[in-house]
């Protein structure tokens, strides 16, 4: 089988062998959770329940006041009395409101309604999908029901299965795939029916082929007739950037600006894929997330499946053990392109792929020096960017021209502050830059 791969990138140490090859592991039933009633990219939700309600697991406690295109609600991931709605910290570092559930040994369920994704129609499909509170689980948080409806006049002739996962430490996609094949390739088989798309490509880096068996086999099982193939890139980070996926595998480039629909395809992560798969063959909305949680300061490195809203500092010690004297920094998602959080009281989202436990000798706390032009951030950005003119014009107070130069077609992968002698702090300044053009953009 061919690897493919893209230009520029890092090969950086994956460190997964902690978790790798391990099965998922269910959290012990939760005494609360604190459900961020936003987690999506989108329009706001507001909580339809009040405090003092009984929810039951799968309840929708939080919707958009007049449900558009951009919002999914949100669901109770288990049964019992709402004791709080209000602002908690969140893995963004910024207050947002939450709904916290106390159980109260009631095991109720609430499923939706059935509903054959085989014989429903198209938009029938799509409002389960947003019902059920589907989005990309890869991190961004994107409604999938809108990925799934690209305007017209956009041609779509391919679906890809993002199960790169580039990220150090990280190994939630593969133990999904391992733990779920058949409702992968059931959820890819559901998305191309919605879609009308004839063709899709299970991307998956090279350090993960011994999946294949295991796909190509729920692939007979499930007696999938579509036309489902598997496609191998190198292990290069940023791989699993839909950008960098989609160039490795078909040579298509997404132009500056556009969405991957721009370059004829649909790209959904593995994980949302069995989530869609879930939606419709168990009736269940969107309300556990598997992650990984690892790092030097994890006594007992994991893959775990926990209801949404889980706080990592409520897991016992028995199975989740922390060394809180070697614990320097936390982060939330892959170190590269995740947030760094300044406790454990933080909730597990939808869009939560790992959190990772890291000691002094894990993190990289330099102080940053000044730029030497090396262009080192130019030869390494995988989206052919000029991150040092970027962060000059951003320095200069300049928002216009670092546009020209590639702000908003930055996807945030780190790797031009990876490998930056004066390791300064790029990321962090784009995401600011990103900020200030839309606060200049709301100001208008």
Same mark, same amino acid.
């Given at each position: ?369 000044? +730029?030497?032009? @090396? #262009?080192? =951030?130019?030869?390494? %950005?995988? $989206? *052919?960017?000029?991150? !040092? ?20 077609? +930055?996807?945030? @992968? #780190?790797? =031009?502050?990876?490998? %930056?002698? $004066? *390791?300064?702090?790029? !990321? ?17």
């Amino acid at each position: 089988m061919a690897v493919h791969t893209f230009t520029r990138g890092l090969k950086l140490p994956t460190r997964k062998h902690a978790t790798e090859g391990k099965p998922v592991e269910l959290v012990p039933a939760q005494k609360q959770v604190v459900i961020p009633v936003n987690q999506h990219f989108g329009a706001p939700n507001k909580p339809i329940v009040n405090i003092g309600d009984h929810v039951a697991r799968g309840q929708k406690i939080a919707d958009a006041a007049s449900p558009g295109l951009m919002t999914v609600p949100v669901h109770a991931s288990i049964s019992g009395i709402v004791k709080k709605i209000e602002p908690h910290l969140q893995s963004n570092n910024t207050e947002g409101l939450c709904i916290t559930i106390e159980a109260d040994g009631n095991t109720s369920e609430e499923s939706l309604l059935p509903l054959d994704p085989y014989t429903c129609s198209k938009e029938e499909a799509l409002a389960r999908i947003r019902e059920a509170g589907i989005l990309g689980l890869g991190g961004a948080g994107f409604p999938s029901h809108v990925k799934l409806s690209p305007p017209p006049g956009k041609q779509i002739d391919l679906i890809i299965a993002d199960g790169a996962e580039c990220e150090p430490y990280l190994t939630t996609d593969e133990a999904s795939i391992v733990e779920n094949p058949n409702l992968l390739v059931k959820g890819l088989e559901i998305i191309m029916k919605i879609t009308g798309v004839k063709h899709a490509i299970i991307g998956m880096e090279d350090n993960k082929k011994d999946l294949i068996p295991i796909i190509e086999q729920a692939i007979r099982l499930e007696e999938i007739k579509s036309d489902i193939s598997i496609g191998l890139c190198k292990t290069r980070y940023p791989q699993g950037g839909e950008k960098m996926l989609i160039t490795a595998l078909t040579g298509r480039e997404v132009p500056s600006g556009g969405l991957p629909m721009d370059a004829g395809c649909i790209v959904q992560n593995v994980g949302t894929l069995i989530a869609i798969a879930e939606a419709f063959t168990l009736d269940k909305p969107l309300i556990d997330r598997t992650l990984t949680v690892s790092g030097g300061a994890c006594k007992t490195p994991k893959n775990i499946r926990a209801p949404i809203g889980t706080l990592l500092k409520d897991l016992p010690p028995a199975f989740m053990d922390i060394d809180y004297s070697k614990l320097a920094k936390i982060v939330f998602g892959g170190p590269m392109m995740g947030n760094a959080v300044p406790s454990l009281d933080v909730p597990i989202q939808k869009n939560t792929s790992g959190i990772i436990l890291m000691t002094k000798e894990e993190t990289a706390a330099d102080e940053e020096g000044p +730029c030497i032009r @090396c #262009g080192r =951030c130019i030869r390494n %950005c995988a $989206a *052919k960017l000029s991150p !040092v003119i970027m962060n000059n014009s951003l320095d200069a107070d300049d928002l216009d021209y670092a546009v020209k130069a590639g702000l908003l077609d +930055c996807m945030e @992968c #780190g790797s =031009c502050a990876y490998v %930056c002698p $004066a *390791k300064i702090k790029l !990321v962090q300044r784009f995401r600011v830059g990103k900020q200030r053009l839309r606060m200049r953009q709301t100001a208008k």
